[in-house]
């Protein structure tokens, strides 16, 4: 073998790309250290997100291996240690210790499935091994407790008087749901969601979370604007069905998100198109492609779409999402994608900035 230093490894993996987020791995600091011992080299990398997926770890270790091949290594072993990516918030929104990103799922307008993708996303997030919680920030039309079913462990409250999130399926959830009577309307102004809000955020014990996803209600009202005062949040998933009636209202979103300077992580267009399970035939209920189109226009992420299909409304009805239910399904996949495009997206953005200052925290 010709003569390698941690030096030289790095400088010859300079020219090898990430084969998720098509920069080079050092620096996008995949990279991490080299050891030499002898005929061998071990290379540890940082991969930014448990969402990232099985096989394109296997392309990036084997990408690693033929470079240092090519310069004369005879053994090259990759160790990998997930470490999610993200960024401190500043001292005003650091209220929240140990939650990593806090990504919004927001809709222009009611009844584009919003509820639903927010409840899959956190899910399929789960499913690839990161910590993850869930918020029900729709104070006036809570629908997670209904969509999640009975809880593996009720909401509760600590010795010291916080709030103890309930266990769905692996996930912490906080809704306004688990407190008030399902058949009781919530009649409250501003400051009263506001503080409810600060309360769900700031007294409920989450623990140490990679992701808390925020299940907004439809619109830009208070809610929206509170979050935006209290939280850093990450970013914010735009949803919306593909008819133009639903494309005005999402606009006024993306518009106002743009307004309070967070970022729009991406575009999922739901109900995009109806498959009959009997035939095969192909159907655009609702038009089609308009999701694709804003994302273009905005010059945001595509990140996918879900079909129009029975399974998915029964997983929500029943309180056993389609996640739970059918993990291997292509309805199921929809949702892995979106997940893995909005988790690579959120690192694509931190690993971008020039200093990686405790921007990384390591997952136990």
């Not at 639903?116 to 690839?128: F, G, P, Q």
């Not at 399926?169 to 009781?184: A, D, M, R, T, W």
């Not at 299940?215 to 979050?227: A, I, M, N, R």
């Not at 159907?283 to 879900?306: C, N, Q, T, V, Y």
Request: charge should be neutral.
């Amino acid at each position: 073998m010709k003569r390698l230093t941690p030096e030289k490894v790095k400088d010859i993996l300079s020219s090898v790309k990430d084969p998720c987020l098509d920069e080079d791995i050092v620096k996008y600091r995949i990279f991490s250290s080299a050891e030499i011992d002898g005929d061998d080299v071990l290379v540890r990398v940082t991969i930014p997100t448990h969402a990232y997926p099985q096989a394109k770890r296997a392309e990036l270790s084997q990408r690693i291996e033929t470079a240092l091949r090519k310069q004369g290594a005879d053994n090259t072993t990759v160790m990998a240690e997930v470490q999610t990516a993200w960024t401190p918030p500043p001292s005003d929104k650091a209220a929240m210790h140990g939650t990593k990103n806090i990504i919004a799922v927001a809709a222009g307008k009611g009844g584009v499935g919003k509820s639903t993708v927010a409840v899959n996303l956190a899910l399929a997030l789960k499913r690839s091994g990161a910590s993850v919680g869930l918020l029900d920030a729709d104070v006036f039309g809570p629908s997670i407790p209904q969509m999640l079913g009975q809880p593996d462990v009720p909401a509760g409250t600590t010795d010291d008087k916080r709030i103890v999130p309930a266990i769905h399926h692996g996930l912490k959830v906080i809704s306004v749901g688990f407190f008030v009577n399902k058949e009781e309307a919530v009649v409250w102004r501003g400051p009263m969601v506001h503080r409810l809000l600060q309360q769900f955020l700031v007294d409920v014990d989450w623990g140490d979370l990679d992701y808390l996803i925020c299940d907004l209600p439809p619109g830009t009202g208070d809610v929206q604007l509170s979050l935006s005062q209290l939280i850093p949040i990450t970013g914010a998933v735009m949803v919306t069905t593909p008819q133009e009636v639903a494309l005005i209202d999402v606009v006024k979103g993306i518009s106002m998100f743009k307004r309070v300077e967070i970022p729009i992580l991406g575009v999922v267009e739901n109900m995009s198109y109806y498959r009959c399970p009997a035939c095969g035939h192909h159907d655009e209920i609702f038009s089609h492609g308009g999701g694709k189109r804003l994302a273009a226009e905005i010059e945001a992420p595509f990140l996918g779409e879900i079909p129009i299909d029975a399974r998915i409304r029964f997983g929500g009805d029943s309180g056993t999402p389609i996640i739970v239910a059918s993990p291997d399904s292509e309805q199921s996949q929809a949702f892995v994608n979106i997940a893995t495009e909005v988790a690579l997206g959120i690192a694509r953005r931190v690993l971008s900035k020039p200093k990686r200052a405790k921007r990384l925290a390591v997952i136990r």
